[in-house]
């Protein structure tokens, strides 16, 4: 790298930082402005007037908590909420709803409403444990739902108890109709239980916990939910009984009304969010879902065929509900909650059940409540480890049966994931050596040549010699027994490694808060240092596995990077930002991966150093000057070439 390169380089970075930071303190000032003005409207009592100023503050500052806090208060004072407004904040749950059981924002409920059921419109909310050594489910006797699900094992990146979802943050229950058409939605009536008992603690054998939701002297509709030893994955049983008079006898099909708000679990928020989706099953078919790294605040899509599961889930935990038969279709969709800080996603289902309206009636599904671990997912079937998206095509199939066969044998015998790594890396470079090695000697032997093309270039310095100074060049190659396309074959057919290392590392839940020198936690970026601004793209922290690997990076091609044509200014210059724009990319990543591409980088430098020692320039310099006294024979792709210029009056250069 040479002087010009690297004052351009310092001089790029400068500017960036310097129109952050311009702009950072833009943002500022217009922000601060808006709220002066907002609570100037606020004191004098023009709470239409302040909303809207607070609103436009947002603007500038899209979570900034007193203005949002201020917003929340002018809304009860009005009685009202923007449409706009409810759109972004999705009416977010309230922490007083757990004390009460109900939620603050539903209106006094019409007992009439729900005809033979008023008799369970109305009653005191209690809840019943149900655990076993991995998971324990809080149920409310409101809905009869699971109301909230904690996971035994793990914790959230600030050291708290790991719950999927809490209180009134989510629905679940069945929509219908009554022979009388009453609009009947189980997830807001009341459930009685079979037995006193408010806690199940699984031993050896299975417990259930059995509900009941009556609409007359034995005609009830029955939840059991059986939860095993050892198990993330819940038995839900539902049974009708003596509804054939109840339930609407033209309907055949019942709605599974299930919506959540995801709430956020890991340090890295940008990088939870990119592996948040909803995925599905097609009955006897493949895995699908909605796009990951969605940008659009809402993304919806309605599935018209039958369907086996449906999970929300994010970076490394899922909520998972799954039939027995089939679901005939569903509505699912997805919604960024930009308002909040809590919650990541809010996501809603609205599924189709298969209902025969008889005399008694079952539906049968199971729910699981746990991590996107791959073997444990694996164990329960229907393809639910492909929630774990690792990559299409061969990129996903090197990941499942190539690199993830490895990394468990590792972890086997050895319990520190950094060294875990760091032998996976240098398996990967032991057995793609041969691929490699043939790249270092064609670089090498390029390098050798490099006086002799600058020569080249001297001899056809205009540009209309450009194409007789490309064909001397290649027939020097020729005659030495270079191939210019060595160097990158060997190159491009290493890429799907990488590729799927990029895949591997974020969703891998076993790097998950595992520590590693400076780093705790693999899974998120490694930060030694808080920045008191935000850069865009880079973020506001220093990931110092992200710095390794970019000088790293710059180290290995300024060993490689002097092969011929790569000397050109904009080539040179394109070939040094590369590394930055990736650094930018990678800070908020996870440190696994960075430590994969550092220890790469730096392994592949010392094959390098290794490979160069077996190549001999006297002897590549002699093969050049032996081939000098015989003639050159022409490919016949080079002869059609010929022919083909002649043809069009283009004599070829001289030798």
Same mark, same amino acid.
């Given at each position: 790298?040479?002087?010009?390169?690297?004052?351009?380089?310092?001089?790029?970075?400068?500017?960036?930082?310097?129109?952050?930071?311009?702009?950072?303190? =833009?943002?500022?000032?217009?922000?601060?402005?808006?709220?002066?003005? %907002?609570?100037?409207?606020?004191?004098?009592?023009?709470?239409?007037?302040?909303?809207?100023?607070?609103?436009?503050?947002?603007? /500038?500052? %899209?979570?900034?908590?007193? %203005?949002?806090?201020?917003?929340?208060?002018?809304?009860? !004072?009005?009685?009202?909420?923007?449409? !706009?407004?409810?759109?972004?904040?999705?009416?977010?749950?309230?922490?007083?709803?757990?004390?009460?059981?109900?939620?603050?924002?539903?209106?006094?409920?019409?007992?009439?409403?729900?005809?033979?059921?008023?008799?369970?419109?109305?009653?005191?909310?209690?809840?019943?444990?149900?655990?076993?050594?991995?998971?324990?489910?809080?149920?409310?006797?409101?809905?009869?739902?699971?109301?909230?699900?904690?996971? &035994?094992?793990?914790?959230?990146?600030? $050291?708290?108890?790991?719950?999927?979802?809490?209180?009134?943050?989510?629905?679940?229950?069945?929509?219908?109709?009554?022979?009388?058409?009453?609009?009947?939605?189980?997830?807001?009536?009341?459930?009685?239980?079979?037995?006193?008992?408010?806690?199940? !603690?699984?031993?050896?054998?299975?417990?259930?916990?059995?509900? =009941?939701?009556?609409?007359?002297?034995?005609?009830?509709?029955?939840?059991?939910?059986?939860?095993?030893?050892?198990?993330?994955?819940?038995?839900?049983?539902?049974?009708?009984?003596?509804?054939?008079?109840?339930?609407?006898?033209?309907?055949?099909?019942?709605?599974?009304?299930?919506?959540?708000?995801?709430?956020?679990?890991?340090?890295?928020?940008?990088?939870?969010?990119?592996?948040?989706?909803?995925?599905?099953?097609?009955?006897?078919?493949?895995?699908?879902?909605?796009?990951?790294?969605?940008?659009?605040?809402?993304?919806?899509?309605?599935?018209?065929?039958?369907?086996?599961?449906?999970?929300?889930?994010?970076?490394?935990?899922?909520?998972?509900?799954?039939?027995?038969?089939?679901?005939?279709?569903?509505?699912?969709?997805?919604?960024?909650?930009?308002?909040?800080? *809590?919650?990541?996603?809010?996501?809603?289902?609205?599924?189709?059940?298969?209902?025969?309206?008889?005399?008694?009636?079952?539906?049968?599904? *199971?729910?699981?409540?746990?991590?996107?671990?791959?073997?444990?997912?694996?164990?329960?079937?229907?393809?639910?480890?492909?929630?774990?998206?690792? +990559?299409?095509?061969? #990129?996903?199939?090197?990941?499942?049966?190539?690199?993830?066969?490895?990394?468990?044998?590792?972890?086997?015998?050895?319990?520190? /994931? +950094?060294?875990?790594?760091?032998?996976?890396?240098?398996?990967?470079?032991?057995?793609?050596?041969?691929?490699?090695?043939?790249?270092?000697?064609?670089?090498?032997?390029?390098?050798?040549?490099?006086?002799?093309?600058?020569?080249?270039?001297? *001899?056809?310095?205009?540009?209309?010699?450009?194409? &007789?100074?490309?064909?001397?060049?290649?027939?020097?190659?020729? =005659?030495?027994?270079?191939?210019?396309?060595?160097?990158?074959?060997?190159?491009?057919?290493?890429?799907?490694?990488?590729?799927?290392?990029?895949?591997?590392?974020?969703?891998?839940?076993?790097?998950?808060?595992?520590?590693?020198?400076? $780093?705790?936690?693999?899974?998120?970026?490694?930060?030694?240092?808080?920045?008191?601004?935000?850069?865009?793209?880079?973020?506001?922290?220093?990931?110092?596995?992200?710095?390794?690997?970019?000088?790293?990076?710059?180290?290995?091609? &300024?060993?490689?990077?002097?092969?011929?044509?790569?000397?050109?200014?904009?080539?040179?210059?394109?070939?040094?930002?590369?590394?930055?724009?990736?650094?930018?990319?990678?800070?908020? /990543?996870?440190?696994?991966?960075?430590?994969?591409?550092?220890? %790469?980088?730096?392994?592949?430098?010392?094959?390098?150093? #290794?490979?160069? =020692?077996? #190549?001999?320039?006297?002897?590549?310099?002699?093969?050049?000057?032996?081939?000098?006294?015989?003639?050159?024979?022409?490919?016949?792709?080079?002869?059609?070439?010929?022919?083909?210029?002649?043809?069009?009056? #283009?004599?070829?250069? *001289?030798?």
């Amino acid at each position: 790298m040479d002087r010009n390169t690297i004052t351009g380089l310092i001089l790029i970075f400068v500017i960036f930082i310097g129109f952050s930071l311009y702009n950072s303190n =833009r943002n500022n000032k217009a922000f601060d402005k808006a709220l002066a003005a %907002a609570d100037s409207d606020y004191a004098k009592g023009d709470l239409e007037t302040a909303r809207t100023e607070y609103i436009n503050a947002l603007r /500038f500052k %899209a979570n900034q908590p007193d %203005a949002l806090s201020k917003i929340n208060e002018i809304n009860l !004072k009005l009685g009202n909420t923007p449409a !706009k407004e409810k759109s972004d904040s999705l009416s977010l749950p309230q922490s007083n709803s757990s004390v009460s059981g109900t939620n603050p924002s539903e209106t006094k409920t019409d007992v009439n409403q729900y005809g033979v059921f008023a008799q369970s419109a109305i009653g005191e909310n209690e809840f019943i444990i149900l655990e076993n050594n991995l998971v324990e489910l809080k149920i409310s006797l409101k809905g009869g739902r699971v109301y909230s699900a904690r996971l &035994k094992n793990y914790k959230t990146f600030d $050291a708290q108890p790991l719950i999927l979802f809490s209180g009134d943050s989510t629905v679940f229950g069945f929509n219908f109709f009554t022979n009388d058409n009453k609009a009947v939605q189980t997830n807001n009536l009341y459930f009685k239980p079979v037995s006193d008992q408010k806690s199940y !603690k699984v031993g050896s054998q299975p417990e259930s916990v059995v509900l =009941r939701l009556y609409a007359g002297d034995d005609k009830y509709i029955e939840y059991k939910y059986t939860l095993a030893p050892d198990k993330y994955i819940v038995d839900f049983n539902v049974n009708f009984k003596s509804m054939e008079g109840i339930i609407a006898s033209n309907q055949n099909s019942l709605t599974l009304d299930w919506k959540m708000f995801i709430p956020q679990q890991e340090k890295g928020r940008q990088n939870e969010e990119n592996y948040s989706t909803i995925n599905y099953k097609y009955y006897q078919d493949d895995v699908a879902g909605l796009r990951l790294r969605q940008s659009k605040e809402i993304e919806k899509n309605d599935i018209t065929t039958k369907l086996s599961w449906i999970s929300f889930q994010d970076q490394f935990f899922s909520s998972i509900i799954l039939t027995n038969d089939f679901f005939l279709n569903a509505s699912v969709s997805s919604t960024r909650t930009l308002a909040s800080k *809590k919650y990541l996603r809010y996501y809603t289902s609205e599924v189709g059940v298969p209902f025969n309206n008889g005399t008694s009636n079952s539906i049968n599904m *199971k729910l699981y409540y746990g991590p996107n671990s791959i073997p444990i997912l694996k164990k329960e079937g229907l393809q639910l480890e492909k929630i774990v998206f690792l +990559g299409k095509n061969i #990129i996903g199939w090197i990941s499942r049966f190539v690199i993830i066969p490895i990394f468990n044998w590792l972890n086997h015998f050895i319990k520190n /994931f +950094g060294l875990i790594i760091l032998i996976l890396t240098i398996i990967i470079k032991v057995v793609l050596f041969p691929l490699t090695f043939k790249s270092y000697q064609s670089q090498a032997k390029m390098q050798v040549l490099k006086p002799m093309v600058e020569e080249l270039g001297k *001899k056809f310095p205009k540009k209309e010699d450009a194409m &007789k100074k490309q064909q001397a060049t290649m027939d020097l190659y020729k =005659r030495a027994g270079v191939n210019p396309m060595g160097g990158c074959l060997p190159m491009l057919l290493q890429m799907p490694i990488l590729f799927a290392m990029f895949r591997f590392f974020p969703v891998s839940i076993e790097l998950r808060q595992e520590h590693f020198l400076w $780093a705790t936690d693999l899974s998120t970026y490694d930060s030694i240092l808080k920045l008191p601004f935000m850069i865009p793209m880079y973020g506001n922290h220093v990931s110092l596995f992200t710095l390794l690997m970019t000088a790293s990076t710059l180290l290995t091609m &300024k060993m490689t990077g002097s092969s011929p044509g790569s000397d050109q200014p904009g080539m040179k210059m394109m070939m040094y930002m590369m590394p930055i724009m990736f650094m930018l990319i990678l800070n908020n /990543f996870s440190a696994g991966l960075t430590y994969y591409y550092f220890l %790469a980088n730096m392994l592949t430098y010392a094959q390098n150093m #290794i490979s160069k =020692r077996f #190549i001999n320039a006297d002897a590549v310099l002699a093969t050049l000057e032996e081939n000098k006294k015989k003639p050159l024979k022409k490919s016949k792709w080079q002869q059609r070439l010929e022919t083909a210029a002649k043809q069009r009056g #283009i004599n070829p250069p *001289k030798k």
